[in-house]
T-cell receptor, first 106, second 116 residues
Framework: GQQLNQSPQSMFIQEGEDVSMNCTSS?????WLWYKQDPGEGPVLLIA?????ELTSNGRLTAQFGITRKDSFLNISASIPSDVGIYFC??????FGAGTRLTVKP | GAVVSQHPSWVICKSGTSVKIECRSL??????MFWYRQFPKQSLMLMAT?????????EQGVEKDKFLINHASLTLSTLTVTSAHPEDSSFYIC????????????FGPGTRLTVL
């Protein structure tokens, strides 16, 4: 099956800083999705990308679908404490990346 | 927005017993639902695809006789962990796809299973 590599595994940042995380796949995707999971809850969709090169924003979040269709990144600007959680990428096949655990220090 | 519920939210059972977890789409129909398992500090692992009116499709390495899936209606899928053992203790999460944008998933809140 397709392999998804997500990095970094974890990030510890100061409130107000920007954050960037990315995913790469071994195969071409038609869709990239970014989810956030809070402790003890199910993931919630943040951004869905459907077109190579597409850049989409959702508030302070911005995600891009890589031109090669094998990668995507998610940026969070001006982080706040409620950004804490685990961020996952996912592709066409409903499988998830390993996740990026974000900690924001006030 | 679309809402997916799960019941129970947590369950503790003795080793050897069976546990049923329900996943419901509350305000939309889902011919397909997905079941995931998540161990502590790990990612979600897709276990199976539940199909209304037909057999579930299991991922490689997932025992279909141990994890019984029944998609009884367009709004309900159930996962039964049979003869549960401590290693089955995990966080089980279901999802249902958006009716138009199939790859976008609405997730349930999860069920934490602890097998003693």
């Amino acid at each position: 099956g397709q392999q998804l590599n997500q990095s970094p595994q974890s990030m510890f940042i100061q409130e107000g800083e920007d954050v960037s995380m990315n995913c790469t796949s071994s195969s071409i995707f038609n869709t990239w999705l970014w989810y956030k999971q809070d402790p003890g809850e199910g993931p919630v969709l943040l951004i869905a990308l459907y077109k190579a090169g597409e850049l989409t924003s959702n508030g302070r979040l911005t995600a891009q679908f890589g031109i090669t269709r094998k990668d995507s990144f998610l940026n969070i600007s001006a982080s706040i404490p409620s950004d804490v959680g685990i961020y996952f990428c996912a592709g066409d096949d409903m499988r998830f990346g390993a996740g990026t655990r974000l900690t924001v220090k006030p | 927005g679309a809402v997916v519920s799960q019941h129970p939210s947590w369950v503790i059972c003795k080793s050897g017993t069976s546990v049923k977890i329900e996943c419901r789409s509350l305000d939309f129909q889902a011919t397909t639902m997905f079941w995931y398992r998540q161990f502590p500090k790990q990612s979600l692992m897709l276990m199976a695809t539940s199909n209304e009116g037909s057999k579930a499709t299991y991922e490689q390495g997932v025992e279909k006789d141990k994890f019984l899936i029944n998609h009884a209606s367009l709004t309900l899928s159930t996962l039964t962990v049979t003869s549960a053992h401590p290693e089955d203790s995990s966080f089980y999460i279901c999802s249902a796809p958006h009716t138009i944008f199939y790859n976008e998933q609405f997730f349930g809140p999860g069920t934490r299973l602890t097998v003693l």
